[in-house]
């Protein structure tokens, strides 16, 4: 069982202001290299960030020293609730995307997009419940492949998902790790509406691997059919020293 006392999570605020987004691939809870396992150390610098919707990529399942998903470790206390799709298992253990959100998850899929012969990888789209509002938020957690054959395809899929199960008027976050460092992706997601949110606000997409000294630009936030989206600066520590990955976050006016 995680910890958690016997009052229940905070309830959802109005969303009558930005909604805070963090995107971060946590390395199944380890350091670079798989050094040290800083799940903890990862909860509380996720915490301190205060977003209202978390996407995660690399979330490890059932943990037997937790007792709980490293999901719903991260979750306890602070997000309503969350949604966990599993991408593959090695050695016994389970590990795939996240999303943690502040308001209900009306419903969520995971959708397989590997290609045989290649690391499984899938797109979890969530469909948030926002209070006060009467159209919900889509929210797309991606972790796409390491090759460009991979990425295409997913990329392909990634707007036929959009393309079938969001409304053309809801607001939509797509956000993750995308592998993208050639920086291909964005001439294919704009098909769909979806624009970058640092490369729009700065005119180049943002530094995040690896996490001590990043280089290259391979974490994504995209949105669509929102009033507006600002980048979010965070520090350099703790960060550096929790995964492979630098974490991205923006500020979104629906």
């Not at 390491?146 to 899929?157: A, F, I, K, Y």
């Not at 997409?205 to 974490?219: E, G």
């Not at 936030?221 to 960060?239: D, F, G, Q, T």
Request: some cysteine; glycine content about 6%; overall charge positive.
């Amino acid at each position: 069982m995680s910890e958690r006392p016997d009052a229940p999570p905070a309830p959802p605020p109005p969303t009558t202001g930005p909604v805070r987004v963090l995107t971060v691939n946590i390395h199944k809870g380890y350091t670079a290299f798989k050094r040290r396992f800083v799940l903890h150390e990862l909860r509380e610098a996720v915490r301190m960030v205060a977003s209202d919707l978390v996407f995660l990529q690399e979330v490890g399942g059932e943990e037997a020293s937790l007792q709980a998903t490293h999901c719903e470790f991260l979750a306890d206390q602070i997000w309503l609730d969350h949604a966990y799709g599993r991408n593959a298992v090695a050695d016994g253990l389970d590990h795939g995307n996240a999303v943690l959100s502040r308001w209900p998850i009306a419903r969520w899929t995971n959708h397989d997009v590997s290609l045989p012969g290649h690391e499984p990888r899938g797109l979890l789209h969530c469909v948030v419940a926002l209070a006060g509002q009467a159209q919900a938020l889509h929210a797309v957690c991606v972790h796409l492949g390491l090759r460009e054959r991979q990425r295409e395809h997913q990329l392909d899929r990634l707007m036929a998902l959009v393309e079938a199960d969001v409304p053309p008027d809801a607001p939509l976050v797509v956000a993750g790790d995308f592998n993208d460092w050639r920086s291909r992706a964005d001439r294919r997601l704009r098909r769909s509406g979806l624009v970058e949110v640092f490369a729009r606000g700065g005119g180049r997409h943002a530094r995040s691997f690896p996490a001590a000294w990043p280089l290259l630009r391979l974490d994504r936030i995209y949105v669509r059919r929102v009033r507006s989206a600002l980048p979010l600066p965070l520090p350099r520590r703790p960060w550096a020293a929790l995964s492979d990955h630098a974490p991205l976050a923006a500020e979104i006016v629906l």
